[in-house]
Structures are given as structure tokens and as C-alpha cells.
């Protein structure tokens, strides 16, 4: 497995848990990373993600694990439509049950064709997917009030049900962008890269301590 030359760790907000990812992002971007929450239920979420050079998703590979249950997906795009294929060992909804949520049901999506419209993929709790919208649609050298509404194919975590969801991205000032999706809106602090500096009530960006190996 080839290494990769960039990295960022990610503090969970919203529960116990943090997110770690690796990339190269020298002509779109190619990821790995790992992704650990204590809510609904403990679970380690482990993703492989590619783009084209212009930052369009062409491929996530997803395995969440927790006691007794494990779940895999893999999305890939070509010529414009979408393909999913799914595993899972173990009972999820039995664990989800036991700690007192609904059951979520079967991985990956019935109706692929339904992402017809999605090029972007929004893996669940993970600050790493907004910059795909960000980095695709130009809007870090964009004008304030620059908006985009697109759909992506929306990937719940620990479930990995998809969903096509339609979100909006608007540049509000210098390095913020303004995130909505079905009533939820958040303002988005990133780098001049587009990454993801804190995302409120979800996931702040560790600061590297100058001195540690």
C-alpha cells in the first residue's frame, strides 16, 4: 500500500470519538482514513476515497466495525451512474436495539439510479467529505454569496444506508462556508485548502503541538 504525504485528525464534538484521514491531494484526492464514535453504538468506521482531478467522486470504500457485527460498502461512479455492493456479518440491528435505538436496516441503497444526480459522496460524521463540494465547485476563490445546491450520495454511519440528500454550499466570508442540508444548516471555518477547521457541534481540527514525534 503506497504512502501518502498529507494528514489531519479530527475531534468529534458532538460525542466521543475523532477521525484521523491520510491523503494526497496533488491532482484531486485519494484518502484513507479512520473514523471511531461512541455513539449510536461504538463503532470503527475505515474508508478508502478517490476523486477525478477535478475533485469528482469516483470511488468510497467503507467497513464499520462494533461487538458483534460488522458492515462494508463500496460506491463507485462511471459514466455518470452509480453502483453499489454491500457485506455484513453479524446483527447491527440487534446491537442498535439493545442501546435503545430503531434498527437501521439494510446497508447500501435498493435504487442506485436514484444517485443519478450525485458526483460528490458525504460520508457521515466525517469533516474530510465537505471538502469534495468545496474543492469541486471552486468556492475557496470564489466571490461572497457564491452558492451551489447539488446532490450527493449521503453515506449514514454506522449503517452504511445510502441516501441521495440535497445540500447547499455558500461562501459567507474569507475561509467560511455556509453548509445546509433538509433544515440543518452550519457554518463551516476551512483552511485556505478547504479543509475543514471546525465544523460546529460535529468535529474540531486537532492543532499539531510542535515536539511530538
Same mark, same amino acid.
Given at each position: 500500500m503506497p504512502t501518502l504525504p498529507k494528514s489531519l485528525f479530527w475531534s468529534r464534538r458532538d460525542t466521543a470519538g475523532s =477521525?484521523?484521514?491520510?491523503? /494526497? /491531494? #496533488?491532482?484531486?484526492?485519494? #484518502?484513507? %482514513?479512520? #473514523?471511531?464514535?461512541? =455513539?449510536?453504538?461504538?463503532?470503527?468506521?475505515?474508508?478508502?476515497?478517490?476523486?477525478? =482531478? %477535478?475533485? #469528482?467522486?469516483?470511488?468510497?470504500?467503507? =467497513?464499520?466495525? %462494533?461487538? %458483534?457485527?460488522?458492515r462494508g460498502l463500496k460506491l463507485e461512479r462511471r459514466d455518470g451512474q452509480w453502483r453499489a455492493t454491500t457485506s455484513e456479518q453479524g446483527d447491527l440491528d440487534a446491537a442498535l436495539v439493545a442501546a435503545g435505538h430503531p434498527p437501521a436496516g439494510l446497508p447500501g441503497i435498493e435504487d442506485a439510479s436514484r444517485l443519478g444526480d450525485a458526483i460528490d459522496v458525504d460520508l457521515g460524521g466525517s469533516p474530510l467529505t465537505n471538502t469534495l463540494p468545496i474543492r469541486r465547485l471552486g468556492l475557496r476563490d470564489a466571490d461572497d454569496g457564491t452558492s451551489h445546491r447539488i446532490t450527493v450520495a449521503w453515506v449514514l454511519v454506522p449503517s452504511l444506508v445510502v441516501l441521495p440528500a440535497v445540500q447547499s454550499y455558500t461562501l459567507v466570508g474569507p475561509e467560511r462556508v455556509r453548509y445546509a442540508s433538509e433544515g440543518f444548516t452550519a457554518e463551516l471555518e476551512i483552511d485556505p485548502e478547504g479543509y475543514v477547521l471546525r465544523y460546529p457541534g460535529l468535529a474540531e481540527r486537532a492543532a499539531h503541538r510542535p515536539g511530538y514525534l
Open positions: =477521525e484521523h484521514a491520510i491523503f /494526497d /491531494d #496533488a491532482r484531486g484526492l485519494t #484518502a484513507r %482514513g479512520v #473514523a471511531q464514535a461512541a =455513539e449510536p453504538v461504538p463503532h470503527t468506521c475505515r474508508y478508502e476515497l478517490s476523486t477525478d =482531478e %477535478g475533485w #469528482a467522486s469516483l470511488r468510497l470504500a467503507v =467497513e464499520v466495525e %462494533g461487538a %458483534g457485527w460488522s
